[in-house]
């Protein structure tokens, strides 16, 4: 094996730059994905922002909410403009994880309730007085659990009566 190349069983090896650069590389071809939406003038979507929310009159003092946000669609709906918040998640070392509950609300600081990979999104939908909503996208898949528990709350067509929870 030549210098330059990686030896993918060396998993030390694996999750340097090599991983790094493969999330890195998620991010630019999603948001790519994204800008691509532009040229379908059927598609609602008339804008992309990357990396944190548009400068406007709605995201103008959302502070540290805004990092939550990825890439953002500013779309045009029948009614005004709404927003599409998109996280990305991406694991070159992990792809067979699951998303669960448990990692979804696991705070990333200790002091800061809202800092799970959910409670980021719920601190930037109540900034932004819930105009729009939000996608995870990920190379992981749900768990099982998550899947049935998001369908059920679909299915039901209700709304989950507000709870405060300590990991949002």
């Known amino acids: 094996m030549g210098q330059s190349e990686v030896n993918l069983e060396d998993k030390e090896s694996f999750l340097g730059a090599v991983a790094s650069n493969a999330g890195d590389d998620f991010h630019v071809l999603w948001a790519t994905r994204e800008m691509l939406r532009l ?11 990357v990396e944190g929310p548009p400068r406007d009159d709605v995201h103008a003092q959302l502070g540290e909410h805004g990092q939550a946000a990825d890439i953002v669609l500013i779309r045009n709906t029948s009614e005004e ?4 918040y998109l996280q990305l ?5 992990h792809p067979q994880d699951n998303w669960t509950w448990s990692r979804l609300l696991t705070r990333r600081a200790k002091t800061k309730p809202r800092s799970s990979v959910l ?11 819930f105009k729009g909503d939000f996608s995870i996208v990920t190379n992981q898949p ?13 299915k039901s067509g209700t709304k989950p009566a507000p ?4 990991s949002i």
């Open 39 to 49: 040229l379908d003038a059927k598609d609602d979507v008339i804008a992309v922002k």
């Open 142 to 154: 749900l768990s099982a659990s998550v899947v049935a528990d998001i369908a059920r709350l679909i």
């Open 119 to 129: 409670g980021k999104l719920a601190g930037l939908l109540k900034a932004v007085k």
């Open 163 to 166: 709870r405060r929870y300590g």
């Open 89 to 93: 998640k991406h694991s070159a070392s």
């Open 81 to 84: 403009l709404s927003y599409r």
